[in-house]
């Protein structure tokens, strides 16, 4: 068997950090969009799909980086829910 080159060992590494962060941010997803319909329902503003993306969108970089995968998978699923009601 021969060896992998450092680069080699590196990238490999690199994709399984990445599928590693993608799986856990998924978990948060949930989480994230409750979090988004309390904050709203605490300001008394109407709950919609566009003001909860918005709201995710714009708190999103403030997030570390697991929790941050996890809003984008909830916006995602979001936009998806919306294209199918429409």
């Given at each position: 068997?021969?060896?992998?080159?450092?680069?080699?060992?590196?990238?490999?590494?690199?994709?399984?950090?990445?599928?590693?962060l993608?799986?856990?941010?998924a978990?948060?997803?949930?989480?994230?969009?409750?979090?988004?319909?309390?904050?709203?329902?605490?300001?008394?503003?109407?709950?919609?799909?566009?003001?909860?993306?918005?709201?995710?969108?714009?708190?999103?970089?403030?997030?570390?980086?697991?929790?941050?995968?996890?809003?984008?998978?909830?916006?995602?699923?979001?936009?998806?829910?919306?294209?199918?009601?429409?």
């Open positions: 068997m021969a060896k992998k080159t450092p680069e080699q060992l590196a990238q490999e590494f690199e994709g399984r950090k990445a599928k590693g993608a799986k856990g941010g978990a948060f997803w949930p989480n994230i969009i409750a979090n988004a319909v309390l904050k709203l329902t605490q300001q008394r503003a109407e709950i919609t799909p566009e003001t909860l993306i918005e709201m995710i969108e714009r708190e999103a970089p403030t997030l570390e980086i697991t929790v941050r995968s996890g809003a984008a998978e909830a916006v995602a699923r979001l936009k998806q829910a919306v294209a199918k009601g429409s």
